[in-house]
């Protein structure tokens, strides 16, 4: 060969892999700190001595877009992610000497971004396991996952920020929760688990709280001990009984507690997970108290729409939340909201059913069509999510039209027209869902449906040309916004 030939063959090669350098995304958190926001860790005598790397995939974290043409490119840690979430780690909790060293099983962390037509989304998903070493074994301390997304027009630059988010969520989890009286009494973890990329499993244990149907009077601190039904305050107190007032809440009384003082007067119960008459067990939510009513292995309450912002899911308030976990009890992953409730559909004092994870103490809207097929199937995994399709009221968008939803195993239809919207839940959610208007050649939309959320699409008429787009996937706030106004403008109409 040549020096010539050497000459134009180095060339072509370093050529390929500077393009190769360009495309791809390195991700680097040396400059980002793990945020504990205004989590207390007082008492939390812990750090981060190992990562370990379980991931299937040890080479990339996902696929983002680059450049003008958006090519799909790899995403990769710079060096790897081991040492990378060590430092990330390290500089957010130092270790201390009697600090207890923790492991941290890295199951998934994932990046992604997804293009509409007007926007981009990046995504980022955590899932860790917490692992600590005891008298020559390992056991399985705490597990949790976290997701966290963010919009914008070129969303290539969040993806650091994200990762940091997800894992700093997932470490407030187990800073809040019981992890020193789980130390000795979750699963034993061999060697082999412990790199493998299979999760750890765990039953939840036997719990008192599931073998009584008079739960023992006092008041709950925390949910752990209502799970062991063991009230940690027994003060004296009274219940203030009324019917409530509002559309939905007929023949529903409000309860409330008072303690009794000793010179006979009497205050408001505060800072109380709950309490339990003898009969009844009643959950602080929304500045008042609720009765909770077992449904299979959890409880759910009807409670009031929050507000403001409509929140999907929150923590109840109280002192004991950091006791969320009976002592003892892995945590599970937090389960997303599986309802959406519609900004503004609700007014103050609305009645929603929620369900009460037992894993985490959170709370989150109850979707009965969920649990039915959870129970049916014996699956944590949510098998149903809501599509919703609305036209916004539009010269020319009174007639109606049919609009064919699509996958491998099933098919609907729905008719439309403007100023109406119409909901469908869908059960298929391991194919792609294709959504097309019968009688016109415009292009469908194909998406996979999400399960955690109401996937809101907008029909539009005005598309006049056959490469038009018809069908829109939009913002859970704009579709919030104008299904509040489809709705009044249907109720003013009904009146």
Known sequence: ??????????????????????????????????????????????????????????????????????????????????????????????????????????????????????????????????????????????????????????????????????????????????????????????????????????ELPDLPVFHTNTPQRGIYMSLSEFLNNKPGNFEKFMLDVKPRKGKNWEGVDRVAPYLIQFDGSQTKLKNAWGFSDGSQAYIYYNEDYFPLVQKGNTFVFDGFVPLPNNMYIVTPPTSGVAEAVVTGVVAGAVAASTAAILAGSFSKGSRQTYQLDIKTGEIKVWDVASHHAMTSTQSSVNTITKVLLYCKKEKGSTTPVTIQLNSTTDTVSVKLSGGQYQEVLWGDLSSELQVCVNGRSNPCYTFFPDATKTNYLEYLPSATHDDDIIIRPVKDSEAEFFLKKIKTTQERNQK
């Not at 060969?1 to 190769?20: A, D, E, G, K, N």
């Not at 840690?77 to 060293?101: I, N």
């Not at 989890?173 to 061999?190: C, D, H, R």
Request: charged share 20%; hydrophobic share 45%.
């Open 1 to 202: 060969m040549t020096r010539i030939q050497i000459l134009q063959t180095s060339f072509l090669f370093f050529s390929v892999f500077s393009l190769y350098a360009q495309d791809s995304l390195l991700i680097n958190l040396h400059r980002k700190k793990l945020d504990l926001g205004s989590s207390t860790f007082q008492n939390k005598t812990f750090y981060i001595a190992r990562v370990v790397d379980a991931r299937s995939d040890k080479e990339t974290i996902g696929i983002v877009q680059r450049g003008v043409f958006n090519r799909n490119a790899p995403a990769s840690f710079v060096g790897s992610l081991e040492p990378q979430l060590q430092d990330f780690f390290d500089r957010g909790l130092a270790a201390k000497q009697g600090y207890t060293p923790v492991i941290v099983k890295v199951n998934q962390l994932v990046i992604a971004e997804k293009r509409t037509p007007t926007m981009e989304t990046a995504t980022a998903f955590a899932e860790l396991d917490f692992i600590v070493f005891r008298n020559d074994s390992l056991f399985l301390l705490f597990q949790i996952s976290s997701s966290v997304k963010r919009d914008g027009m070129d969303v290539t630059g969040f993806h650091d920020e994200n990762i940091a988010e997800a894992l700093s969520k997932c470490m407030i989890k187990f800073a809040k929760s019981p992890w020193k009286e789980a130390l000795y009494k979750g699963p034993i973890v061999t060697n082999e688990q412990l790199i493998s990329n299979s999760p750890i499993k765990f």
